[in-house]
């Protein structure tokens, strides 16, 4: 007889990826024992075939998948109450948080390969050297797709580097975390966008040990939404503007998409074109400053070359302090120095909670169950 107690991967596939709520970010796959779950178009996807929700062993009383999913029910407040032992008040838009800080990193090749201040892989190349991580769940360039990414685990200097950047299409880091296991590593920063850094509270407040106990850091980046690579490589990049990915060095998007090439240009294209192309499992993600990690870390600066970075926990203070203090980077005060990002930050942090489904909208959604309808974006 079927356990009813406890939850298992059929609740999580009706109440979370068949109403359009999952984000694609694979902890339910990493926190499966029993391989019963791959993931395809950026989503978990039943390996077995007796039906897109039917799971034995979840029968049987397992429940991982969903205890690792970071939107599975009351998700947000668990995780607020394990980390700040309180649960965000609904003006507190951008989570729970000490300090809000500009910075850059001060060696020049994190810098200049860093897509703001390099202050991500600054503070991840001191970390693999001072031992204080020994891998980081980053993103790569693909080799199968141009300027698409994919989740790697980098664990030295040049790994760092060559991830470093940001790619505008969607990469599950916390994949990463498979290899990192293969790999022995005990002690990993997982960097991601917020639907990827609540992975780790959600594993810790509900006790996934296993991959708990694995991530050391927990980075946060900014992030309004990702787009599909077919949407914005080949629709936006080549058809539209003729880019030639061979020559595309940069991607950014500063109130408009911005392209770079080679050759010294800069191409803009207007976000709220951009808008058709959003990864549908952006679509509801109220989480734009990615509240449950140590750090976040965005490109909200007035001026370039600096990092947003909003420190969060006692670890992420601890890390930001002692980076500080050996050099790593140099920092200010964001509100004595950029207030308007500051602003901009909230702005946008309250759009992206305008797209979480109200209660009665998850009631009905998860009773029926069905989709729900996605929120029209704007501008
Ligand atoms: C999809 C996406 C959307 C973003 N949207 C915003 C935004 O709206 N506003 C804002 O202020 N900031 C946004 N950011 C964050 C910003 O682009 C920078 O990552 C951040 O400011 C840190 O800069 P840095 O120079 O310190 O980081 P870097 O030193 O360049 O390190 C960046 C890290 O991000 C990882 N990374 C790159 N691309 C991806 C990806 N697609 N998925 C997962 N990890 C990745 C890299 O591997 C690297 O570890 C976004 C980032 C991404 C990836």
């Not at 897509?115 to 980053?138: K, P």
Request: proline fraction near 4%.
């Amino acid at each position: 007889m079927p356990k009813t107690d406890t939850t298992q991967w059929r609740d999580l596939f009706h109440e979370v990826v068949a109403t359009g709520l999952c984000t694609g970010c694979t902890a339910c796959i990493v926190a499966c024992p029993f391989h019963v779950l791959g993931y395809e178009d950026n989503e978990p996807v039943q390996l077995q075939e007796d039906g897109v929700d039917v799971c034995t062993h979840g029968d049987r009383g397992c429940s991982l998948c969903t205890l690792a999913c970071p939107r599975f029910r009351e998700w947000e407040s668990e995780i607020d109450e394990l980390m700040f032992g309180q649960v965000r008040r609904p003006e507190e838009l951008i989570g729970k948080y000490r300090e809000i800080y500009l910075a850059r990193a001060t060696s020049p090749e994190a810098l200049m390969q860093g897509q703001d201040g390099g202050v991500v892989s600054a503070l991840l190349i001191w970390g693999l050297e001072n031992g204080m991580i020994d891998g980081a769940a980053t993103s790569v360039l693909s080799d199968e797709r141009q300027w698409d990414c994919e989740p790697a685990i980098v664990t030295d200097r040049s790994g760092v580097l060559a991830s470093a950047g940001s790619r505008y299409t969607y990469s599950a880091n916390p994949l990463a975390l498979l290899k990192a296991a293969e790999m022995g590593l005990s002690k990993v920063a997982l960097v991601g966008m917020g639907c990827q850094t609540s992975v780790t509270g959600a594993m810790e407040a509900r006790r996934v040990n296993k991959w708990r106990k694995k991530i050391a850091w927990t980075f946060g980046l900014l992030c309004s939404k990702s787009f599909t690579y077919d949407g914005l490589m080949v629709e936006i990049a080549q058809n539209e503007l003729g880019i030639d990915l061979d020559h595309l060095v940069r991607v950014n998007i500063k109130g408009k998409l911005l392209f770079y090439t080679d050759t010294g240009d800069e191409i803009t294209y207007s976000l709220k074109q951009s808008h058709r192309f959003t990864r549908p499992g952006c679509l509801r993600c109220p989480d734009f400053a990615a509240e449950h990690a140590d750090i976040s870390f965005g490109g909200l600066g007035q001026e370039g070359g600096w990092t947003l970075s909003i420190v969060r926990t006692d670890l992420g203070q601890e890390i930001w302090d002692r980076a500080i203090a050996e050099g790593v980077i140099e920092v200010t005060r964001a509100m004595d120095e950029d207030p308007k990002a500051v602003e901009l930050m909230f702005r946008l942090a309250e759009k992206s909670r305008e797209r979480w489904p109200s209660h009665e909208e998850l009631a009905t959604a998860g009773s029926t169950p069905g989709l729900l309808p996605p929120k029209p974006e704007t501008d």
